[in-house]
């Protein structure tokens, strides 16, 4: 019997670690959480977040161009934005948040 809970206790675990992997990255909450120190205030000519005229020339470029920028880093902005933990899915959620925000 205490076999049994074990392995239904991993069951479930392992059931809720797929289950997490499957979740979206939130773009607001990455933003908020590295994004913002640099892009609200528009420290090191970082366009800030939802100024229409600074993005544009960025959005024009593509998504994929922006990822690569944040990815690889660009000027001031150090690779990953300093977050060497961010996922690929991350940095495309929270690219995705400051587009639209600039549309």
Same mark, same amino acid.
């Given at each position: 019997?205490?076999?049994?809970?074990?392995?239904?206790?991993?069951?479930?675990?392992?059931?809720?670690?797929?289950?997490?992997?499957?979740?979206?990255? /939130?773009?607001?909450?990455?933003?908020?959480?590295?994004?913002?120190?640099?892009?609200?205030?528009?420290?090191?000519?970082?366009?800030?977040?939802? /100024?229409?005229?600074?993005?544009?020339?960025?959005?024009?470029?593509?998504?994929?161009?922006?990822?690569?920028?944040?990815?690889?880093?660009?000027?001031?902005?150090?690779?990953?934005?300093?977050?060497?933990?961010?996922?690929?899915?991350?940095?495309?959620?929270?690219? /995705?948040?400051m587009v639209g925000a600039a549309k």
């Amino acid at each position: 019997m205490h076999f049994a809970r074990t392995g239904l206790a991993f069951l479930a675990f392992g059931i809720a670690a797929l289950g997490g992997t499957a979740v979206a990255a /939130d773009g607001k909450a990455v933003y908020e959480k590295t994004c913002v120190a640099c892009h609200a205030t528009g420290v090191a000519n970082a366009p800030k977040l939802g /100024d229409k005229a600074a993005w544009a020339p960025r959005i024009a470029t593509g998504r994929d161009a922006l990822v690569a920028s944040v990815t690889k880093g660009k000027g001031a902005m150090p690779p990953k934005a300093g977050a060497a933990n961010l996922s690929d899915g991350d940095i495309k959620a929270a690219v /995705d948040y400051m587009v639209g925000a600039a549309k």
